[in-house]
Nanobody, 122 residues
Framework: QVQLVESGGGSVQAGGSLRLSCAAS??????MGWFRQAPGKEREGVATIDRGVTNYAESVKGRFTISRDTKNTLYLQMNSLKAEDTAMYYCAAKRTAWVGCAGLISTDFGYWGQGTQVTVSS
């Protein structure tokens, strides 16, 4: 059974930092990523990682860092947070294990975590 469990969300003031974690079990795949969804908005890609190669949305470049350890845990280090970063953040993995990342398109990902809320106050 595939499980993706996020943690690390919370409330922080603008300019602050948070580190999200996603513990993956029951499955290992090349491509994993972070997505977010704010109230009233569509889900958007934040970052992906594929064998160490990373890709970021323009809105988070230089502020967020995605990484993955050997124990199949995915991380998102978020610095210089802004109010517009407020959203529910989701960890995701591609359903086909050997297929690499092709972009920040949510429909490419078949496994999702339950989400962790990030709230940034200005």
């Amino acid at each position: 059974q595939v499980q993706l469990v996020e943690s690390g969300g919370g409330s922080v003031q603008a300019g602050g930092s948070l580190r999200l974690s996603c513990a993956a079990s029951g499955y290992s795949t090349r491509c994993m990523g972070w997505f977010r969804q704010a109230p009233g908005k569509e889900r958007e890609g934040v970052a992906t990682i594929d064998r160490g190669v990373t890709n970021y949305a323009e809105s988070v470049k230089g502020r967020f860092t995605i990484s993955r350890d050997t124990k199949n845990t995915l991380y998102l280090q978020m610095n210089s947070l802004k109010a517009e970063d407020t959203a529910m953040y989701y960890c995701a993995a591609k359903r086909t294990a050997w297929v690499g990342c092709a972009g920040l398109i949510s429909t490419d990902f078949g496994y999702w975590g339950q989400g962790t809320q990030v709230t940034v106050s200005s």
